[in-house]
């Protein structure tokens, strides 16, 4: 467990941080010092490399935007956010190694090395990978048309990462209300805090394996799913066929696939949600009238996704000791 306290931290602040550890010991989320003005003074055009870099890299290929977005929830639901999730081992048993890493896409790493590499150059050993995991994951969201929102900052850099920490702490898309509810609830997640990070499944790619049981194997007398809309289970077994191969992937959001909107909410609606772990939020009476709500309006749905993205960037942050300000993303400094 991560030592908090630090200089400027006020007694009250390190007594509500020893209270929530208290509530969840498997799981610490404290604010730490965190601020969006952090690196005003060490590294004032900070905000607008970061901006650049990303759209650089948005603009050779979109996957960027779903890509990174996908990286700060792996890494910040892992031991916190402290870019554990970036290191690549020698021995293929560092975070991002875990099965659970469910095949994050390379051009999310690749954003993040590139940022860093810009950001290096401008202000050398100042800034974390964790923070500009934290930016740029926001930057792709605004710039999918999704929400903005100022980052906070000051998050520390892991020093280790572990493929056997992984298991456990991320969801499955198999999994139904009643499993992903304690799951997010454990990192101090509401479940409309739940229901609003799920919103990020508005873009972004999912390869067949994830969801081919839905098809073809969902009981022994109802092969398909009957929470499908039953047009799109036709088209999902077109692109999908039995046995099909580990790389075909479909997009999420058949509607506005590249598009940061609350269609994730209206696809529900319809049947049109692609994993279990999506469909189950409109099916289960608990999480019903959260969708309903999200559907009938953008901004409730960006409000709360905003709302939980600062959460979830506060999950187990590192101070002190406990971490350091990377030179280059993939690799501890000793
Ligand atoms: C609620 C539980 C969740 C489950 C079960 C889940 C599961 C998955 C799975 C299985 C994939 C497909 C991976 C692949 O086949 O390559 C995926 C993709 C994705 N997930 Fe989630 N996820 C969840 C929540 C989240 C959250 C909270 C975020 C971000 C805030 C997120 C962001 C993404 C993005 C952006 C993609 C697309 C990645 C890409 O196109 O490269 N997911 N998710
Ligand atoms: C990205 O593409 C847009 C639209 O084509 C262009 O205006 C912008 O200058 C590009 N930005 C970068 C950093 O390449
Ligand atoms: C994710 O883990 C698998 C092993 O389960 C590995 O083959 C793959 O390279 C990992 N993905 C990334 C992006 O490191």
Not at 3 to 21: D, E, I, Q
Not at 312 to 318: D, M, P, S, T, Y
Request: hydrophobic share 40%.
């Amino acid at each position: 467990m991560e030592k908090r306290r630090r200089g400027g931290v006020s007694s009250l602040m390190v007594l509500a941080a020893l209270l929530t550890v208290a509530a969840m010991p498997s799981q610490p989320h404290v604010a730490a010092a965190l601020s969006a003005d952090y690196y005003k003074d060490s590294c004032p055009d900070l905000e607008s490399i970061v901006r650049y870099e990303v759209t650089r890299k948005k603009n050779e290929t979109v996957v960027t935007i779903p890509a990174t977005l996908r990286l700060v929830f792996h890494d910040c639901m892992v031991g916190g956010c402290d870019a554990a999730v970036l290191i690549a081992s020698k021995n293929n048993d560092a975070e991002k190694d875990a099965e659970d890493n469910e095949s994050l896409a390379g051009d999310g790493f690749d954003t993040i090395n590139r940022v860093k590499a810009a950001v290096e150059k401008k202000c050398p050993g100042v800034v974390s990978c964790a923070d500009i995991i934290a930016l740029a994951a926001r930057d792709v969201v605004y710039l999918a048309d999704g929400p903005y929102w100022r980052v906070e900052l000051g998050r520390l850099d892991a020093l280790a990462s572990r493929a056997s920490d992984v298991k456990g702490k991320l969801p499955a898309p198999e999994m139904r209300v009643k499993e992903l509810t304690p799951l997010f609830q454990s990192n101090g997640f509401t479940t409309k805090e739940m229901v609003a990070l799920s919103g990020a499944h508005t873009v972004g790619f999912a390869h067949c394996t994830r969801f081919t049981n839905r098809l073809y194997t969902y009981s022994s007398s109802t092969p398909t799913d009957p929470s499908f809309n039953s047009d799109y289970a036709d088209q999902l077994k077109q692109a999908c066929p039995r046995n099909v191969g580990p790389t075909i992937a479909v997009n999420m959001d058949p509607v506005s696939p590249i598009k940061f909107d609350n269609a994730y909410y209206t696809n529900l609606l319809y049947g049109l949600g692609l994993f279990t772990s999506d469909q189950v939020l409109y099916t289960d009476e608990t999480t019903k009238p959260i969708v309903d709500e999200f559907a009938a309006s953008q901004k409730e749905f960006f409000d709360a996704f905003v709302a939980a993205m600062l959460k979830l960037g506060r999950l187990g942050v590192k101070t002190g000791k406990d971490g350091e300000i990377r030179r280059v993303c993939t690799a501890f400094n000793h």
